[in-house]
């Protein structure tokens, strides 16, 4: 979003409550919260690993789970720190909070609301949603004055951008239970696949695809009418394409390999649509 947000306040003659060594402070405190979730998921789901991936894994393997208690301790703290860091020295406010708040929800994820229908799914969906809508919520002081800024542009601009990291998270923590469903299933986690059955966890992958494909169609209609041919030309092959390869072989994949290299594929979408961002820094 700082490719979004950065060209749109300098043409109001405004400054980012974030410079470029701030925001690099952000997207660490971010990526330390994300991997402190990661290691605790791993510390809690040691024995579904060991039938899921049993090739890779981590804890134990690599790190012991001492360490992995350690890691994720002091990766969450320093996360947390950042964001208390910049709204002491920074416009920002609450992102230190924001930060905790995210913290312990991963926590709350790893021990319970993983093995839960949906209630997993949607949270991560929402945090993955957040880290885009969290550097919005940094130049938060000019919604107090919008008419010094183009605040209707970067609402909408934003909201573009975390409904894709919400609808494409969905996809993928579908995929993902698609996948795991062997180990969730021996240690009482009641995933899509289990409850719903494989079908009809197709289906709701599918459904959700679908929607995010045709979405991206009417916008691509739009950059062409303003002539945004490049980013046209991006979000077709590089977005667009592997969706639709993804929709066409959920149906017809069986197992969990066959499952990880559609949500591999599917987090290669998330990264390509989200870089598309720097196409507002061109054009703007």
Not at 81 to 108: E, K, P, Q, R, W
Not at 117 to 122: E, K, Q, R, V, Y
Not at 264 to 280: A, D, E, R
């Amino acid at each position: 979003m700082y490719c979004v947000l950065q060209p749109l306040l300098a043409a109001s003659n405004k400054k980012p409550s974030l410079n470029p060594g701030h925001f690099f402070l952000l997207i660490i405190s971010s990526v330390f919260i994300a991997a402190a979730g990661y290691i605790i998921n791993d510390y809690f789901d040691l024995n579904i690993d060991r039938i899921n991936k049993p090739k890779r894994l981590i804890v134990q393997k690599i790190i012991s789970r001492r360490w992995t208690i350690l890691w994720h301790f002091f990766l969450s703290m320093f996360g947390v720190a950042i964001g208390f860091y910049l709204d002491l020295t920074t416009h920002v406010t609450l992102l230190g909070f924001s930060n905790l708040a995210c913290a312990c929800l991963l926590f709350l994820y790893s021990i319970s609301l993983k093995k839960k229908l949906l209630s997993g799914n949607i949270l991560i969906s929402l945090l993955t949603a957040w880290t885009v809508l969290v550097v919005t919520w940094c130049e938060a002081r000019f919604f107090l004055n919008p008419s010094d800024v183009n605040i209707h542009k970067i609402i909408r601009i934003t909201f573009l951008y975390t409904g894709f990291a919400f609808v494409i998270s969905l996809i993928r923590e579908a995929v993902k239970d698609m996948e795991d469903i062997d180990g969730d299933r021996r240690y009482g986690c009641k995933t899509m696949p289990i409850v719903w059955g494989f079908n009809a966890a197709k289906i709701y992958a599918a459904t959700w695809m679908a929607a995010i494909i045709l979405a991206l169609v009417v916008l691509i209609l739009y950059m062409l009418q303003i002539h945004w041919w490049l980013s046209s030309i991006y979000c077709l092959l590089l977005i667009i394409t592997p969706l639709v390869y993804v929709f066409q072989k959920l149906f017809k994949a069986k197992t969990a390999e066959d499952f990880h290299k559609l949500s591999s594929l599917i987090k290669l979408v998330m990264f390509t649509g989200i870089l598309s961002m720097i196409f507002f820094r061109i054009y703007t």
